[in-house]
């Protein structure tokens, strides 16, 4: 786990790295700003301060290993605050109100992450997930150059342009999963539209395709970003009680006293 860990922060340091780093931390910003509550922590990824727009006052960052204090040191506002398994975190069930998971589904056991997130998450409380898009012109490049391996061409080859040593997650079998974890997907946005290249320069020319893709081909962007609401049969929020209910008056009944006394009498009067 530690090696493909490594691998991504080492990529995050190329252009196309840093250019996808730029898009998530402004997205993720927007996405957790105005979730409320007390407790947040983000799992893994230290290099992305997702939690730095949010206004909790418990946040918390997790690694499945010790950082480098050079390299994966974390935003001074989140501080690194334990070490532990992503699929067995230290926190009470529904104790949490935000957990940001960037690239860390694509990194471990996306099946044990995910339940152990919806385990530590209050009712309505978000889950927000950055991942690489299957239908990309960054993952086609990578496509091709898998292509060039099973052909034996491989040592012509650069390194694999996305780090990914499990593979893509595709959002709509992430959608199946949360479905049946009990989440509903709030938002979903897809950004980078740029083709692979490795060059800063060329990023900054193909500019213009990142402000044109998000309105006309949205779903073929490298990376996308979901948020999604856990949801718990059965729970709703208590609002205050505007409208009181109208008070009837009471009768006075005599302990003891018949029917036809309470007749007689009324008839007398």
């Known amino acids: 786990m530690s090696d493909q860990i490594i691998g991504l922060q080492d990529w995050l340091d190329t252009p196309p790295g840093r250019h996808l780093l730029d898009w998530e931390q ?3 910003g927007r996405a957790v700003a105005d979730v409320f509550g007390y407790h947040a922590l983000q799992l893994g990824l230290p290099a992305l301060a997702g939690l730095q727009h949010n206004r909790m006052p418990h946040r918390w960052l997790a690694s499945q290993q ?6 994966e040191c974390a935003a001074p ?11 067995a975190l230290p926190f009470a069930s529904a104790s949490l109100d935000l957990v940001v998971l960037p690239h860390t589904l694509e990194l471990g056991d996306a099946h044990a992450i995910l339940r152990e997130a919806e385990r530590v998450l209050v009712a309505d409380g978000r889950v927000v997930i950055s991942g690489f898009n299957p239908t990309s012109l960054w993952a086609l490049r990578l496509a091709r150059q898998h292509l060039w391996r099973l052909l034996g061409l491989g040592r012509f080859m650069q390194a694999d342009y996305l780090p990914l040593p499990n593979g893509f997650l595709g959002i709509w ?5 949360l479905r049946l974890l009990g989440f509903e997907v709030e938002l979903v946005r897809y950004g980078c539209y740029a083709p ?10 193909f500019g213009w395709l990142d402000r044109l893709g998000a309105r006309w081909w949205p779903v073929l962007g490298a990376a996308y970003m979901l948020v999604a609401v856990k949801k718990v049969r059965g729970a709703r929020l208590l609002g205050a009680a505007w409208k009181a ?9 005599v302990a ?3 029917r ?5 009498k009324d008839g007398e009067q």
């Open 245 to 253: 209910a109208p008070v009837r008056a009471a009768t006075t009944v």
């Open 26 to 28: 402004a997205e993720m």
């Open 173 to 177: 079998r992430l959608r199946d999963w």
């Open 196 to 205: 692979a290249v490795e060059s800063s320069a060329w990023l900054q020319r």
């Open 77 to 87: 506002e989140v501080p690194l605050a334990l070490v532990t398994d992503f699929a």
């Open 256 to 258: 003891g006293q018949s």
């Open 260 to 264: 036809q006394d309470m007749v007689k």
């Open 66 to 71: 010790i950082p480098a204090p050079a390299s």
